[in-house]
């Protein structure tokens, strides 16, 4: 909405009062108190089930994918029952918390959310998430996708496997991943000529194995460590030398263990060295063979799922599995970039379910703002072309080549700006309503400030008028 300015300057009998939103005034809503919100945010609660249900009814049909993730978001305000300490993704251990799980279609737009205590663990969200869809939603056939925090081996077994109508698509854990290679599944012949192979196991019975190799990540997680073994030896060195000094060397096991147990959790690398203490002596040496066996994982991952050959190949359930991204980008922008669901200050376990609501429902605005407004945002608008360049769905996101036009010159090809959606925004919000009074004549009205092209183009886009 734009922003009003109530103007009475004392010489010509007009001045200024700015900044004042008519969104009351638009939607006719005249003056609103604070119990009067609490009771629109109650009234909108009681309606989530249905708002929901239309949601999924216009969004999720026929066959298809569901993808779910869990978040958190820490506590502010007086304590409710949802209200606990636990496992919090925003490293803020101190303050009690709430979880929230979203629930999004294919594209990532969100279909409906749900509120558990804080010291939900993420499968125990997911098992109540697959209760609800089947129950609530009357879906005859879902694949969930979820990461391998969620959708574990237990909860495959207890809640997924042998429903009927109910697949899955998540990815193992690096202990599922180490011992297939043990078991001489994986190895690096398989990927001489692809970067994805499938493969079966004994240990997950029904599902498709398919293990993928980054090239890229691998050759980077291979630096990242070796510079953290060369920071550890760096670290190291100076106390095995100290132990050997001619004046006042360092002695007793303790004290030299209290020295290199600093340095071990520093670069937490204590897997990989040979630590050899006594009382007047202290060596080290790397671990060849347990480096080696780590370096057999470098940029490997396996993605698991129930649903066969003929219905989806193996390329596509990894890049369906790496399509979680876009529920990662719904929280990043509900939490923090652009809706800031934080801080909560509610106290009722109502309210604080009825603040997530609304923000879901916020989100779900975005996300269709942006998908019109690609034209002029850093989004890619042509991932189709961008898809059809890549070599391999293992390989690395690239961006179309208007995408890179975009983000060299700043452009659109008409010559618009291009922004990020927050910025846009602000752009938008220089649109003022003004008031004008004229003391002298008594009269008073209103005037918009004139939209620029680019505004213009933005509503234009939007299909919004002024």
């Not at 109508?165 to 990815?171: F, Q, R």
């Not at 203490?277 to 994982?297: C, G, H, P, Q």
């Not at 009269?443 to 234009?460: F, I, S």
Request: glycine content about 6%.
């Amino acid at each position: 909405m734009p922003k009003s300015s109530e103007c009475r300057e004392k010489q010509h009998g007009l001045g200024s009062e700015t900044a004042q939103s008519t969104l009351c005034e638009e939607l006719r809503l005249g003056k609103v108190d604070v119990h009067e919100l609490y009771a629109a945010m109650d009234w909108l609660l009681e309606r989530q089930t249905r708002i929901e249900g239309k949601l999924a009814k216009k969004h999720l049909t026929g066959g298809l994918l569901v993808l779910f993730d869990v978040s958190s978001s820490y506590y502010t305000g007086r304590k409710s029952t949802l209200v606990r300490h636990g496992y919090s993704r925003d490293h803020r251990s101190d303050r009690p918390q709430i979880v929230y799980g979203l629930l999004c279609d294919p594209e990532g737009r969100p279909i409906a959310v749900e509120v558990f205590p804080g010291n939900t663990a993420d499968p125990k969200a997911f098992t109540k998430i697959v209760e609800r869809i089947r129950k609530r939603f009357g879906i005859e056939r879902v694949v969930f996708v979820g990461d391998r925090g969620m959708i574990t081996s237990a909860r495959i077994h207890e809640d997924l496997r042998d429903v009927d109508g109910l697949d899955w698509i998540s990815a193992l854990r690096s202990e599922g991943i180490r011992k297939l290679v043990d078991a001489k599944l994986i190895q690096r012949s398989l990927f001489d000529e692809y970067d994805l192979a499938e493969i079966v196991s004994e240990d997950f019975p029904g599902e498709r194995l398919i293990v993928c190799r980054n090239p890229i990540l691998a050759d980077e997680r291979a630096r990242k460590r070796e510079e953290l073994l060369q920071a550890t030896e760096r670290k190291l060195e100076p106390i095995r030398l100290a132990t050997k000094r001619k004046t006042n060397p360092l002695r007793d096991r303790k004290n030299i263990g209290i020295r290199v147990g600093k340095v071990i959790g520093k670069y937490k690398m204590e897997k990989h060295f040979e630590l050899t203490i006594t009382d007047d002596s202290f060596t080290y040496a790397r671990r060849a063979e347990n480096i080696a066996a780590e370096a057999m994982l470098d940029g490997l991952y396996v993605v698991r799922t129930s649903v066969v050959t003929e219905v989806m190949a193996a390329d596509r359930v990894v890049q369906t599995y790496k399509s979680l991204s876009r529920v990662e980008r719904a929280f990043r922008s509900m939490k923090t970039v652009d809706l800031q669901l934080r801080p909560i200050y509610h106290h009722k376990d109502d309210r604080i379910r009825s603040h997530v609501f609304v923000c879901m429902l916020a989100y779900y605005v975005e996300w269709h703002m942006r998908e019109r407004l690609k034209e002029v945002l850093f989004d890619d608008c042509d991932r189709e072309a961008a898809q059809a360049t890549r070599s391999s769905v293992v390989a690395p996101s690239i961006r179309s080549e208007t995408a890179k036009r975009k983000d060299a010159t700043r452009r659109t090809a008409t010559g618009h700006p291009v922004q990020s959606f927050q910025d846009l925004l602000k752009d938008m919000a220089t649109i003022t309503r003004n008031r004008i009074r004229i003391a002298e004549y008594g009269a008073e009205y209103n005037k918009l400030t004139t939209p620029t092209d680019h505004q213009r183009h933005v509503l234009g886009l939007l299909e919004a008028k002024l």
